[in-house]
């Protein structure tokens, strides 16, 4: 069985971040593993009924998505609307999927606050941000999915092609 990657709808070319873009992430690797048939692909928020566009959202307080899964933050538009339901569906939506399509592995984009898994933003919309993951990014984690962002695509590789069956033939 090939080993799969949960990947970011917006690193596929797909229009569907807050603000309408993509965010393509060019890469041979990209090419290959969609020609194996490895690349599961997903947009968290769209997947919770979120439109394109639609405000900025952020983790508020400083804190990140493993707290907004304890309850103990919130996720909040930029017009103050809180957004923590969506965000939360949006990760479980992501989860479902992956185990679903038998994912191990999860390439996110980072900053986002749904895909952040090295750097989130930090709640006041002035484009600060810390480390820490998103709501989706932290769920996958916590369920045995290794994530990786954008900017780890060389350490993912090394991951995926080492990944072996129970024979030790590659998967």
């Known amino acids: 069985m090939t080993a799969k990657i949960l990947v970011s709808a917006c690193l596929m070319g797909h229009a569907v971040r807050y603000d309408g873009a993509s965010k393509p992430l060019l890469h041979p ?12 692909t997903i947009c968290p928020e769209m997947s919770a009924g979120m439109p394109v566009p639609r405000p900025p959202a952020e983790i508020a307080s400083g804190k990140s998505g493993r707290d907004v899964l ?3 933050a919130a996720v909040v538009e930029n017009t103050g609307r809180d957004v ?6 949006a990760a479980e939506n992501a989860l479902s999927l992956a ?19 090295g750097f989130v933003y930090d709640g ?3 484009g600060a941000r810390h480390a820490g993951q998103g709501v989706t990014a932290a769920l996958l984690a916590r369920n045995g999915i290794e994530v990786y ?3 780890e695509i060389e350490a993912l590789m090394e991951r995926v092609d080492g990944v072996r069956d129970p024979d030790g033939k590659p998967e």
């Open 29 to 40: 690797a990209i090419d290959r593993w969609r020609e194996e048939g490895r690349l599961v």
């Open 70 to 72: 304890d309850g103990d």
């Open 84 to 89: 923590t339901g969506e965000f939360l569906t």
């Open 99 to 117: 185990r679903e399509t038998d994912c191990r592995f999860a390439l996110l984009i980072d900053g986002s606050p749904s895909c952040g898994s």
């Open 124 to 126: 006041t919309f002035s």
């Open 149 to 151: 962002s954008d900017r």
